[in-house]
């Protein structure tokens, strides 16, 4: 059932008050008195409506967090910003294989899966992210020392004062587009340390449309986790 944008599933019983809560997976669900006549759910709902919708977002915001990939067949792994499937493989001299739209992953190594996952990210990445780089760094005006794809606390790129670049593996799960705005944000930082005015401004000139991958990765990167 449904009240304006709320969905919900209703039982009646003959208990005395309504009562509204979230289940585990996330629905509304309303336990009524027997004799409730829709029209009066309905106005407990608008009234409950703000507790509902805070009810909602807490839910999501726990259960993003706790998003796990498990290695079995058929499960979504994501790279550039491309969900594959996994399959599970029983004879592959090499641990995983993205190969005709699948992640191919040797059944005995399921146990290592994120580890396999993680290395392949940060060797794959290391590629794709010396290629943006490439086009970017000329037209920014930067020269690049060293690039690492490693595990970073709570960022997606970091740089140092001797030109030298790290980089999240999580970052190669973004759209190309989101990967080289991370990409560019890191070399414009090889020219402004802050986010100062001077910083934005140079990010805009190689890529005006950056805000729109801020959001993205503000709205996805919790979900960016194996
Ligand atoms: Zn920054």
């Avoid at 039982?11 to 009562?19: G, Y």
């Avoid at 550039?80 to 399959?87: A, F, N, V, W």
């Avoid at 414009?188 to 934005?200: E, K, M």
Wanted: proline residues 2%; aromatic residues 12%; positive net charge.
């Amino acid at each position: 059932m449904s009240y304006k944008d709320i969905s919900y599933s209703l039982k009646k019983s003959n208990r005395k008050t309504i009562s509204i809560f979230i289940e585990r997976d996330g629905s509304v669900s309303i336990l009524a008195p027997a004799p409730y006549q829709l029209e009066k759910i309905e106005q407990v709902i608008e009234a409950k409506r703000s507790w509902i919708y805070r009810n909602l977002a807490e839910w999501e915001d726990l259960n993003r967090t706790q998003l796990q990939r498990e290695f079995v067949n058929g499960e979504g792994f994501v790279y550039l910003g491309r969900s594959y499937r996994l399959s599970l493989e029983e004879k592959q001299n090499t641990d995983l294989l993205l190969k005709r739209g699948r992640f191919l992953l040797r059944r005995d190594k399921i146990h290592k899966g994120a580890d396999i996952f993680k290395a392949f990210y940060k060797q794959k990445g290391l590629k794709k992210i010396n290629e943006r780089i490439a086009l970017y760094a000329p037209k920014i005006g930067v020269k690049v020392n060293k690039v690492k794809v490693l595990e970073l606390q709570n960022r997606w790129g970091s740089c140092s004062d001797n030109g030298n670049l790290n980089f999240h593996w999580k970052c190669l799960m973004a759209p190309v587009s989101v990967l080289d705005y991370i990409v560019v944000h890191e070399l414009v930082h090889l020219l402004y340390r802050n986010h100062d005015n001077n910083f934005w401004n140079a990010v805009d000139k190689v890529m005006p449309d950056y805000a729109k991958h801020v959001k993205w990765l503000k709205h996805n990167g919790a979900d960016m986790n194996l």
